[in-house]
């Protein structure tokens, strides 16, 4: 560049001619410098070698892990072509967002659970979340004490009905319900163009959650009802009552399109074009803490249903998206974990594409959220859409190879599925043979047997519990549904066992063997492990139950003596942290009687140290 400006057309440069020159120069710059140029480039393989010096004699192989649905997630991902077949926002397949511009404009509609008891309380929230920054609310009928139309419009009591979105969530009785939110929007004079919701009729989402028989003749009313409000979805195909079941990801996508499939068929039986059934259903879907499967989950929600209205015949193929926080993933133990198992969710559904995300308070699984429980719900997502401005962009995740094959996988999975439901029959026949709550068991129990094992972990519950913590005290929340599927939150067995020991208060005497620098990361690991049931170590005698901690070297030479040793004092039980190896023989003969160690189910070790404490549970 200086070069340049010093010497222009084969003589000295004036200032004039250096200005110019340099002013070219920015004008037109020069080709983009390549910071790869001059290296050869790294295949795959190259990468995989890379990674692989850094697993100390591992393989690359043993990161992969497989999901509930059997896909593979890699550890190296490359270029497959899938970024290709993911369309643009807003046209079909739609992978990549219902519209082109996402919601750029104001981000996605920040959704508030009202569930307080009480019309006037719950009226009091409502006014308040909208206020503060909520853009909607999603009422929840039965918890608050909604009985009729005079208590809907007293919990709505001072609401700008034309400019605040009411949702209303699928329960029993929904079609009047409806009927009771349509009412009050006349009566309030709201334009039709003006107003905006969901009606929450859900027959089959409200049979699987509170059992019954679904009536799918009420579909046709719901939405002729709101025939002339675009902004109003009559229909809601609710897949968080499969999600807080335990179903995997393929299974909720699967059960919500055949869900969807019952409903567009219902509809059509009852004069309703296929436009119009298009157009009046919205969906529901569970975002939890893993950040990667949520997004490709909502990616390939659209995708499917896509799939299913271009098989109808229908232009209206967009899927209208709400994001619901997993009640799943809640722990009433060490809550304020709660707080980020929510953020992450509620990012993961942002960047998935949901048009609507609600995110349940920190404290749900306690009760009924307080204040501060709720404006905490409220602000994180205020935070990630008006601070960060996730969604200025659309589909921020598009184009990663992973995130791609993710959508791809799933997508097979969870089509195979679907189709297998249409096989046995539709979503009505296959809910009311107990297919659907046998599959999803079968989910349910391989995630609960991988947290007993600590394959998987729910901090503050399963790993690093907080035995201190000062328990938040909530009013009691409304009862769970007792339907074919039932809400299983994941932390609820380690809860049971933690609630009997505090209850209790035992005491198990830790026995160190060796000098601090042998011993100190297996007393950290037992201390941690026994306070999962609410169950203190000390040091000192007095417990019927002894834990043995050291090294693997100090075990070979002292664990025979010391464990015979506590047996004559009149210990009871005596575990060994470790695995016992070829010494196992040898060290239950001297009498030890278990071992506790990383892959330990915990819930059955935990029961029988409880048992062997003489802790009722």
Same mark, same amino acid.
């Given at each position: 560049?200086?070069?340049?400006?010093?010497?222009?057309?084969?003589?000295?440069?004036?200032?004039?001619?250096?200005?110019?020159?340099?002013? +070219?120069?920015?004008?037109?710059?020069?080709?983009?410098?390549?910071?790869?140029? #001059?290296?050869?480039?790294?295949?795959?393989?190259?990468?995989?070698? *890379?990674?692989?010096?850094?697993?100390?004699?591992?393989?690359?192989?043993? *990161?992969?892990?497989?999901?509930?649905?059997?896909?593979?997630?890699?550890?190296?991902?490359?270029?497959?072509?899938?970024?290709?077949?993911?369309?643009?926002?807003?046209?079909?397949?739609?992978?990549?967002?219902?519209?082109?511009?996402?919601?750029?404009?104001?981000?996605?509609?920040?959704?508030?659970?009202?569930?307080?008891?009480?019309? =006037?309380?719950?009226?009091?929230?409502?006014?308040?979340?909208?206020?503060?920054?909520?853009?909607?609310?999603?009422?929840?009928?039965?918890?608050?004490?909604?009985?009729?139309?005079?208590?809907? $419009?007293?919990?709505?009591?001072?609401?700008?009905?034309?400019?605040?979105?009411?949702?209303?969530?699928?329960?029993?009785?929904?079609?009047?319900?409806?009927?009771?939110?349509?009412?009050?929007?006349?009566?309030?004079?709201?334009?039709?163009?003006?107003?905006?919701?969901?009606?929450?009729?859900?027959?089959?989402?409200?049979?699987?959650?509170?059992?019954?028989?679904?009536?799918?003749?009420?579909?046709?009313?719901?939405?002729?009802?709101?025939?002339?409000?675009?902004?109003?979805?009559?229909?809601?195909?609710?897949?968080?009552?499969?999600?807080?079941?335990?179903?995997?990801? @393929?299974?909720?996508?699967?059960?919500?399109?055949?869900?969807?499939?019952?409903?567009?068929?219902?509809?059509? @039986?009852?004069?309703?074009?296929?436009?119009? $059934?298009?157009?009046?259903?919205?969906?529901?879907?569970?975002?939890?803490?893993?950040?990667?499967?949520?997004?490709?989950?909502?990616?390939?929600?659209?995708?499917?249903?896509?799939?299913? @209205? #271009?098989?109808?015949?229908?232009?209206?193929?967009?899927?209208? +998206?709400?994001?619901?926080?997993?009640?799943?993933?809640?722990?009433?133990?060490?809550?304020?974990?709660?707080?980020? %198992?929510?953020?992450?969710?509620?990012?993961?559904?942002?960047?998935?594409?949901?048009?609507?995300?609600?995110? %349940?308070?920190?404290?749900?699984?306690?009760?009924?959220?307080?204040?501060?429980?709720?404006?905490?719900?409220?602000?994180? +997502?205020?935070?990630?859409?008006?601070?960060?401005?996730?969604?200025?962009?659309?589909?921020?995740?598009?184009?990663?190879?992973?995130?791609?094959?993710?959508?791809?996988?799933?997508?097979?999975?969870?089509?195979?599925?679907?189709?297998?439901?249409?096989?046995?029959?539709?979503?009505?026949?296959?809910?009311?043979?107990?297919?659907?709550?046998?599959?999803?068991?079968?989910?349910?129990?391989?995630?609960?047997?991988?947290?007993?094992?600590?394959?998987? !972990?729910?901090?503050?519950?399963?790993?690093?519990?907080?035995?201190?913590?000062?328990?938040?005290?909530?009013?009691?929340?409304? =009862?769970?549904?007792?339907?074919?599927?039932?809400?299983?939150?994941?932390?609820?067995?380690?809860?049971?066992?933690?609630?009997?020991?505090?209850? =209790?208060?035992?005491?198990?005497?830790?026995?160190? *063997?060796?000098?601090?620098?042998?011993?100190?990361?297996?007393?950290?690991?037992?201390?941690?492990?026994?306070?999962?049931?609410?169950?203190?170590?000390?040091?000192?005698?007095?417990?019927?139950? !002894?834990?043995?901690?050291?090294?693997?070297?100090?075990? !070979?030479?002292?664990?025979?003596?010391?464990?015979?040793?506590?047996?004559?004092? #009149?210990?009871?039980?005596?575990?060994?942290? #470790?695995?016992?190896?070829?010494?196992?023989?040898?060290?239950?003969?001297?009498?030890?009687?278990?071992?506790?160690?990383?892959?330990?189910?915990?819930?059955?070790?935990?029961?029988?140290?409880?048992?062997?404490?003489?802790?009722?549970?």
């Amino acid at each position: 560049m200086v070069a340049a400006a010093r010497t222009v057309m084969g003589h000295r440069a004036s200032r004039s001619e250096r200005v110019l020159t340099y002013h +070219q120069r920015v004008a037109t710059p020069a080709e983009p410098m390549r910071l790869v140029a #001059g290296f050869e480039p790294a295949t795959r393989d190259d990468w995989a070698d *890379l990674a692989g010096t850094s697993l100390r004699g591992r393989t690359l192989g043993s *990161l992969t892990t497989v999901t509930d649905d059997g896909i593979r997630i890699e550890p190296l991902y490359g270029n497959d072509g899938r970024t290709d077949r993911a369309g643009l926002p807003g046209a079909s397949p739609h992978t990549r967002g219902s519209t082109a511009t996402g919601s750029t404009e104001s981000g996605w509609d920040v959704r508030a659970l009202v569930l307080d008891e009480g019309i =006037a309380a719950a009226n009091a929230v409502v006014l308040d979340e909208l206020e503060r920054g909520s853009t909607s609310v999603l009422l929840d009928r039965a918890a608050i004490g909604i009985g009729s139309a005079g208590d809907l $419009a007293a919990v709505l009591d001072g609401v700008f009905l034309e400019m605040a979105p009411v949702a209303l969530a699928p329960g029993p009785d929904a079609v009047n319900a409806a009927g009771w939110l349509v009412d009050l929007w006349d009566q309030q004079g709201t334009s039709a163009a003006d107003r905006s919701g969901a009606l929450g009729v859900d027959p089959i989402g409200v049979a699987a959650r509170h059992g019954g028989d679904p009536d799918l003749s009420t579909l046709a009313s719901a939405v002729a009802s709101v025939a002339d409000a675009p902004g109003v979805h009559a229909v809601t195909v609710d897949a968080t009552v499969w999600a807080d079941a335990g179903a995997s990801e @393929a299974w909720e996508l699967a059960c919500s399109l055949a869900t969807g499939v019952a409903y567009l068929r219902a509809l059509e @039986a009852d004069g309703v074009s296929i436009d119009d $059934a298009l157009a009046g259903l919205t969906f529901t879907y569970s975002a939890d803490a893993d950040q990667f499967r949520t997004i490709a989950k909502f990616r390939v929600a659209r995708l499917l249903w896509d799939r299913v @209205a #271009g098989a109808c015949g229908s232009d209206v193929r967009a899927q209208h +998206q709400t994001a619901v926080t997993s009640a799943a993933m809640l722990a009433r133990r060490d809550p304020w974990v709660n707080l980020l %198992r929510g953020a992450v969710a509620a990012f993961s559904a942002g960047l998935g594409g949901a048009a609507v995300v609600t995110v %349940r308070p920190f404290d749900s699984a306690i009760g009924r959220p307080d204040e501060f429980g709720r404006r905490t719900a409220r602000n994180t +997502q205020l935070l990630l859409t008006e601070e960060s401005g996730l969604a200025r962009v659309v589909d921020p995740t598009g184009g990663s190879w992973f995130v791609e094959d993710l959508t791809e996988r799933l997508a097979d999975a969870a089509w195979e599925r679907f189709r297998s439901i249409e096989a046995d029959g539709g979503m009505v026949a296959a809910l009311a043979s107990g297919r659907i709550a046998a599959e999803v068991a079968v989910t349910h129990t391989a995630r609960a047997q991988r947290l007993a094992t600590r394959t998987d !972990a729910i901090t503050g519950v399963t790993e690093f519990p907080a035995i201190d913590e000062v328990p938040l005290v909530r009013a009691a929340g409304p =009862a769970s549904a007792e339907g074919p599927l039932r809400l299983h939150r994941l932390a609820e067995p380690f809860e049971a066992l933690r609630d009997a020991g505090e209850a =209790a208060g035992p005491v198990v005497r830790l026995v160190s *063997l060796g000098p601090l620098a042998e011993h100190s990361a297996r007393t950290t690991f037992a201390a941690n492990l026994f306070a999962v049931a609410g169950i203190r170590t000390v040091d000192e005698p007095g417990s019927p139950v !002894a834990v043995l901690c050291g090294s693997d070297g100090r075990y !070979a030479v002292e664990a025979v003596d010391v464990a015979r040793a506590l047996k004559a004092e #009149g210990v009871a039980h005596v575990v060994l942290a #470790g695995r016992p190896g070829d010494h196992e023989d040898e060290w239950r003969a001297a009498g030890v009687d278990g071992f506790v160690h990383a892959r330990t189910d915990v819930l059955d070790v935990l029961g029988r140290i409880l048992d062997a404490l003489g802790v009722a549970r």
